[in-house]
């Protein structure tokens, strides 16, 4: 469904059954989160919303963005309004998880709990000097690669199996979800290569302005919060969810061995059972 919500569209799915407790999970898209995993969420109300500029929310033009992130942590803010959701459990995941930071911090009445999962507390960018950044050589190979044809299904999907393939881990690559879930982005995402490039990669995070830094306020964090972070991460290094639980009030840390980015099929039985006890 489209919810008009802080001068915006964003489109929106939902599972369960409203009266349950609600969980909001924030991605880049909705894809980011598969059928399956949502369905495990059992006995939640979950909420899974594209960002603006991806797959079937507003799109403007992700390359010069007219909005800043906190704008996009007001559309989550204000998306849990107009739903008319109480105090919501906040998944956010890589650069997701820049915004579900900032929702728990600026809006700590609407946040029960906060998970964040693979992500790290500094914007894009330089990263600061305490904190793994990318991996080089991961890094060397995942962007020296040919661009894919972004109009063309086949070569985007053949692409984004290719990137999840170096950000996997050792244990966390199945190519059967990841041509499954890139064809899915690919499907919903505008036809034009700016749009299915945003979609994607979420390359609006390359120019949104981030600022100011939040790092230094996550000892403000109230909400019990869980992190979540495979220790072969190579594009946010496992470092920095050691970072994110230090520094939050209580956290915990669930380290998933042998994983990179993101959470595969093969971890969700422990992260969804974590996710269900917090």
């Known amino acids: 469904m489209q919810i008009k919500t802080n001068g915006v569209e964003l489109c929106v799915e939902t599972f369960g ?4 407790p609600p ?4 991605g880049i898209t909705m894809m980011s989160w598969p059928d399956e995993l949502c369905a495990a969420l059992r006995g939640r109300y979950v909420v899974r919303y594209d960002l603006r500029d991806a797959g079937r929310s507003t799109f403007a033009d992700p390359d010069a963005p007219g909005y800043d992130l906190r704008d996009l942590v007001t559309d989550a803010s204000q998306l849990l309004t107009t739903l ?7 998944v956010g995941l890589g650069v997701g998880g820049f915004i ?3 929702l728990a911090l600026d809006h700590p009445g609407q946040v029960a709990s906060l998970t964040l999962i693979s992500t790290r507390p500094v914007a894009p960018g330089p990263v600061d000097p305490d904190l793994p950044d990318h991996d080089p050589e991961v890094m060397g190979q995942l962007f020296g690669r040919p661009a894919p044809d972004w109009t063309d299904r086949d070569s985007v999907v053949d692409y984004m199996t290719g990137s999840a393939r170096l950000l996997a ?3 966390g690559f199945d190519e059967d979800d990841a041509r499954a879930t890139a064809g899915a982005v690919f499907d919903r995402a505008g036809p034009t290569a700016q749009a ?5 990669i979420g390359s609006m995070f390359a120019a ?12 403000q964090i109230t909400a019990p919060t869980l992190v979540v972070h495979g220790d072969e991460d190579p594009f946010f290094p496992h470092g920095n969810g050691v970072a994110l639980a230090a520094e939050i009030p209580g956290a915990t840390l669930l380290t998933l061995p042998d994983v990179g980015q993101g959470v595969p099929r093969v971890a969700w039985p422990v992260v969804v059972d974590a996710l269900l006890r917090l």
């Open 23 to 26: 969980v909001l999970l924030i």
């Open 100 to 102: 579900a930071q900032l």
């Open 84 to 90: 008319e959701l109480g105090p919501a459990h906040v």
């Open 196 to 200: 299915q490039r945003a979609s994607h």
């Open 17 to 20: 059954d409203p009266a349950d």
């Open 169 to 171: 881990g050792s244990r």
């Open 208 to 219: 949104v302005d981030c600022r100011p830094r939040w790092r230094e306020r996550l000892g």
